[in-house]
């Protein structure tokens, strides 16, 4: 790998950063983070084919990755499971993890949002609302998690650990 996907992947690190502390304070996902992270996906693959380490058929599989994860996504949206910034989020780190890595990334995510799941339930600060001390367990299941920071570790993971496969 060249340097400059090397810094794409440490600056895909950082974008991931900031959308989940943003949805942690916000429960929104400015579409920044995910142009963001299409830009770097755009340098780190030009980087890979003038290098000849990335052939054009991981990029185009990479793409195909995104728009499937992007379409789910859209249908996790309109039966309200997802929000919009989440499914955005999603599809541009599923650039990165492509073919090869993508259950890595929705596994790590998954298990991440369960986490987030359990933390909500106990009550801690992740879901917290005016009120939220008298909510009853039903309140917290009916109300809304964030689950930015979820896909932020899957896409993490992707970014700083060697490939498994």
Known sequence: MSAIQDACLLLLAAVLAGAAAQDL???????????????????????????????????????????LVYCVGAGAFAIGALGGGDVKLLAAVSLFAGSARLLELLAVAALAGGVLGVATLAGTLVSRSPG?????????????????PAIAAGGAWIALSPGLS
């Open 132 to 148: 939220w001390d008298a909510c009853t367990l039903r309140a917290r299941l009916s109300g809304d998690m964030p689950f930015g």
């Open 25 to 67: 304070r916000t429960r929104r996902i400015a579409n920044g983070f995910s142009i963001s992270i299409v830009a770097l996906f755009a340098v780190f693959a030009i980087a890979g084919l003038v290098s000849g380490r990335l052939p054009t058929s991981s990029i185009g599989a990479a793409l195909a990755c995104a728009v």
